[in-house]
């Protein structure tokens, strides 16, 4: 209730814009509040991210300085400065701690219940003096564990002095002390690594701090102790409330979004060339290229140089804090020669399996990146499946005679051998159940092919700016790791490469895409957790991420969640993206026996034009087909039946869409849950639509939709309801005249209600023992 009647106020002043006089706020304390150089230099201040959280317009003065505590800083003349500068209405944060608790240091000491307490008194009456706000903050946590992992609090009575000044005083107060020890625990012992300086030398240029530092913070644990001052704000309705700045998404702050550690590296570069690299594209360059990664990782690793040329090569295998850099203008062509790809363990749709090793593999690594603007292609052509009535005859013949492989039986499709015939009969995935062996796999090889990229089980990963193009299955697959960076990546593969889905992520967190253009044959950003049973005993879901200002041509959906979600999805956040051409806009998908729960999903400022089938779609019947329809191809619709609800049931819910807006599409919206399981609590606002056919709403509960456009060439009905309830449609507008503007069927739907933007006539049919009596038009 607090954090929405927060929104409201925040609104409101928007809506009149902010004061010509703007208080300030006044920043006072130590080096971890402190502004620090930007260039080559890894140190943060929390004080120094707080502005990104805030309205913009709001002027933040950060005098907190390195290494003063509340004597210093007083004797220094520095709080003269602010005092001078304060007028009425200015706020001041006052954090000191750290450097009052030195004792051998006569310039800074100040005992908590004596000086310390004095000190943080006149800094709370000298501003009230000038008319200014106050606000205490206790001292952050250090980084400390013993040896049984349980953490260490080592600020003794200092916090306890700042709660009994601002009680003293009835001053707010920030409990800092108490929120970012709960964040470093959370973290764990090893996690927790990423809030502070733990950095290697060579790492950055200006860097001259000690390998191990746990007071001061890096980027991500200056962002994130910066949004705990935030949160503390909000939950107490402190007047600086109205200054935290709005995110993209409803009802969410910007410093409620999920933070993203960003890994670095030595400055150390080897080249391939050092180990006898040939870009002649002919010379086999995979000993060459993991042999430089060797070398480089031993030494604390660096980046591994492929210079610009025409490298042939077999599977990359990486190393942590290696930086796999290629050059612009350097194209690395995976070899053709399927050999060269042994069967290992590894996973397909979810499910833990064997197949052929993947051209770039990092497992159980930490800090590893993959840089340039270079191009890897992973010759695809030689590995995926082809469909005949996917190609015209000429398109055909050439990748027979290109390709050799071999037919099934019908002559529809293509396969690299005829071994992979066989297994694509017996639909063997290479499934590791049942005692079963690589060995065991041998014989159908050729039919488990690779992604293109697998990373398993790793964190701290950064991937920027390369290509990945033609690849045999999925393009990136990033299972069970955290910390994930994406940035430019592009991934171009065929329209009809089977299976193809440019970018995978599979029971991960923390994650930030952005600036990405995917053009590809299956899903374009996909989210998936793992598949039935395996998936939920795994357990693991895909959380936290952001996607910024990505753009996705073709694919079958441009962001996706599922099938394979059996593990959940949650907290997913995606914004500013473009979808042009592709069979679906926002897909989510999944269908009986997944289980799992898809919750908290957010989506704003998306556009999209040519979408083949629908713009939005829920659907919890996949199939697993293509979403459209190829000609000839007969479908027969689902049968519907209500079954008992149980971890295999899946769930969609809490979705919040605004502004989105699609030129060209099949169908508008298309929302289908199941009997026992509904979807659930669906809220979009601000949406246009021109579609060949409008909302089509089937067994769902909760669905809101505000300020809806739909223009409409098939307005009979313009909207459908099927045994849903609770269905809102507020503030709709629609072109020309509907010849049934509202069908509501089915005996479970009551509870709908349509408000028009304006006066319009319509047709409405209600009946098969929809509750007419709770369906209301106006």
């Known amino acids: ?28 304390g130590d080096s971890t509040m402190a502004d620090k150089p930007l260039e080559e230099n890894p140190e943060r201040g929390w004080g120094q991210l707080l502005p990104q959280f805030l309205m913009p317009g709001i002027q933040v003065q950060n005098h907190a300085v390195n290494g003063r505590s509340t004597k210093s800083f007083i004797k220094e ?32 000491s100040a005992p908590a219940h004596g000086l310390y307490k004095e000190n943080l008194i006149r800094y709370v009456k000298d501003t009230r003096s000038k008319g200014g706000y106050p606000i205490l903050i206790t001292p952050v946590m250090r980084r400390k564990f013993d040896g049984k992992g349980k953490f260490v609090d080592q600020h003794g009575d200092y916090p306890g002095v700042v709660k009994e000044v601002a009680a003293l005083l009835k001053v707010p107060m920030i409990d800092l002390h108490k929120s970012s020890e709960a964040l470093i625990v959370k973290e764990g012992v090893e996690g927790s690594k990423r809030l502070f300086l733990n950095i290697p030398q060579q790492h950055f240029k200006n860097y001259k701090g000690k390998e191990e530092d746990n007071t001061h913070f890096s980027e991500y644990g200056a962002a994130s102790i910066a949004s705990l001052v935030c949160q503390s704000i909000l939950e107490q309705q402190l007047p600086l409330t109205v200054f935290l700045k709005p995110s993209l998404f409803q009802a969410k702050f910007q410093f409620e979004l999920p933070k993203i550690y960003t890994p670095h590296f030595k400055k150390d570069t080897l080249s391939i060339l050092a180990n006898g690299a040939v870009a002649d594209g002919k010379t086999l360059n995979s000993l060459a290229i993991n042999k430089t990664i060797e070398q480089l990782a031993a030494k604390g690793g660096g980046v591994v140089k492929i210079p610009a040329g025409l490298w042939l090569t077999g599977p990359i295998v990486m190393k942590s804090n290696i930086n796999l850099y290629v050059a612009e203008n350097a194209l690395v062509v995976f070899t053709s020669d399927l050999s060269q790809y042994p069967l290992v363990v590894s996973s397909f749709e979810g499910v833990d399996a064997a197949r052929c090793q993947s051209p770039i593999t990092a497992e159980n690594l930490s800090n590893i990146a993959i840089t340039g603007k270079g191009v890897f292609d992973g010759n695809g052509f030689f590995w995926r499946p082809l469909k005949k009535d996917k190609m015209n005859e000429s398109g055909w013949k050439n990748h027979l005679r290109t390709y050799g492989g071999a037919l099934t039986e019908d002559k529809k499709t293509w396969y690299p051998s005829e071994a992979a015939v066989k297994a694509s009969l017996d639909k063997n995935i290479g499934k590791l159940t049942d005692g079963k062996k690589l060995s065991d796999f041998e014989g159908i090889k050729d039919f488990l092919r690779p992604n293109m990229v697998r990373i398993a089980n790793s964190k701290n990963i950064l991937i920027e700016g390369v290509t990945f193009n033609n690849s045999p299955a999925w393009t990136t697959h990033i299972v069970t790791s955290e910390q994930i960076t994406i940035k430019g990546l592009v991934v171009k593969n065929p329209w009809y490469g089977t299976n193809t889905d440019a970018l995978d992520l599979e ?21 998936k ?35 394979e979600m059996s593990g959940g999805a949650r907290n997913l956040y995606v914004g500013n993206c473009t979808f042009i051409g592709t069979d679906i806009g926002l897909r989510f998908k999944t269908t009986r026996g997944r289980g799992g729960i898809v919750e908290n999903i957010y989506a704003s400022n998306i556009v999209m034009k040519d979408i083949v089938a629908e713009a939005i779609l829920f659907d919890m019947y996949y199939m697993a087909k293509d979403p459209v329809v190829l000609a000839g191809e007969k479908r027969e619709p689902p049968v519907v039946e209500t079954l008992p609800v149980t971890e295999a049931t899946p769930q969609f819910q809490h979705f919040f869409f605004n502004n989105i807006s699609c030129n060209g599409a099949s169908k508008a919206i298309f929302i289908r849950g199941i009997p026992e399981m509904h979807v659930k609590d669906i809220q979009m606002s601000n949406v246009f639509i021109q579609a060949r056919e409008g909302i089509d709403i089937q067994e769902a509960t909760g669905v809101q939709l505000n300020n809806i456009n739909i223009h409409a060439v098939n307005k009979n009905p313009l909207v459908y309801t099927l ?28 509870n709908v209600t349509v408000t028009l933007k304006s006066n319009q006539k319509t047709k409405n049919d209600i009946g098969f023992g929809a509750d007419a009596k709770t369906i209301e038009i106006k």
Request: aromatic share 8%.
């Open 529 to 563: 957790s793992g598949r039935d049973e395996d998936g939920r005993k795994r357990g693991i879901p895909t959380e936290n991420m952001i996607v910024n200002n990505c753009t996705v041509y073709h694919a079958h959906g441009g962001f996706v969640i599922g099938s």
């Open 77 to 108: 003349g520095k709080w003269d400065t602010v005092m001078s500068r304060m007028r009425k209405g200015d706020y001041v944060l006052i954090q000191f701690g750290h450097n009052d608790q030195k004792v051998e240091d006569t310039n800074r």
């Open 723 to 750: 045994n849903s309830s609770d269905i809102m449609i507020k503030g709709m507008e629609f072109s020309n005249k509907s010849e049934t503007f509202l069908q509501a069927h089915g005996t479970r739907t009551k």
């Open 1 to 28: 209730m607090k954090k929405t009647a927060g929104f409201l106020f925040i609104l409101c002043l928007l809506g009149f814009g902010l004061p010509e006089s703007n208080p300030r706020i006044f920043l006072i």
């Open 507 to 527: 029971s991960c967190k923390n994650i930030l895409m952005e600036d990405c253009v995917f053009d590809t044959g299956d899903d374009g950003i996909t989210i």
